[in-house]
């Protein structure tokens, strides 16, 4: 984030601002999914990708030494781009907490997590954009979101969408764009609600197994704020 008469967010801040610490967790949550690294376990609970090999008796793969060759080898090789990348501090803090399965509101109450979201909060309240009491954002993080939303329209599609673009979309529209990007992972884990139909009375929405979706919004003064 930068500060001054220009405000660059990350999708982890404009999170925050737009549907609360719950939000913000749901975008490092579908991060980690998109790097492999967490998928649903039961519903309405999360787990490590390494976890799900634990669980089914899985060995990890043997490692195998390469065939020796007569020409050296090269001095360097570019990192996959999984471990060049490293992860942001709440993304890291959500997989710690996934030591073992969890739901959201368990991985959302884990001290390390608590710990990401009290310095991203911290760092919202230093740039104007977050005040503390009562908690709610500011005018300025409001225009900050509406510029992102319209140099950021809500997918249709997940097909050919860079990363960086996925995360703002989940951090700007919650879970319309869960429901677009991630649909199958986001119900299973816990992140979307579940629809039902009654008859003559259309949908109406279920909390998922494993926990509630609701969560902190933050306000706009007078506005209500934006939830997931």
């Known amino acids: 984030m930068s500060t001054g008469t220009s405000i660059r967010l990350r999708p982890y801040e404009v999170a925050l601002l737009r ?46 030494c390469p065939p020796a060759t007569s020409s050296p080898a090269p001095a360097s090789s570019p990192a996959p781009p999984s471990s060049s990348t490293p992860l942001p501090p709440l993304a890291e803090a959500v997989r710690t907490a996934l030591a073992r399965p969890a739901g959201l509101p368990q991985v959302r109450g884990h001290a390390d997590v608590r710990a990401a979201l009290a310095e991203l909060q911290a760092g919202l309240r230093a740039a104007g954009l977050l005040r503390a009491f009562p908690p709610h954002r500011t005018r300025t993080a409001r225009r900050a979101l509406d510029s992102l939303s319209a140099e950021h329209p809500l997918p249709t599609s997940r097909k050919g969408l860079p990363e960086s673009d996925a995360l703002m979309a989940v951090a700007l529209y919650g879970e319309p764009a869960l429901h677009v990007l991630v649909p199958r992972f986001a119900l299973r884990a816990g992140l979307i609600t579940r629809a039902e139909v009654t008859e003559g009375k259309g949908f109406h929405a279920r909390s998922p197994r494993g926990g509630g979706t609701g969560g902190t919004a933050y306000s706009c003064g007078g506005g209500g704020g934006g939830s997931d």
């Open 19 to 64: 549907g609360g610490p719950r939000a913000a967790v749901t975008v490092a949550v579908v991060a980690l999914h998109l790097r492999g690294g967490v998928e649903a376990g039961r519903p309405g609970r999360l787990r490590t990708s390494e976890a799900s090999s634990e669980a089914a008796g899985q060995a990890p793969p043997p490692q195998t």
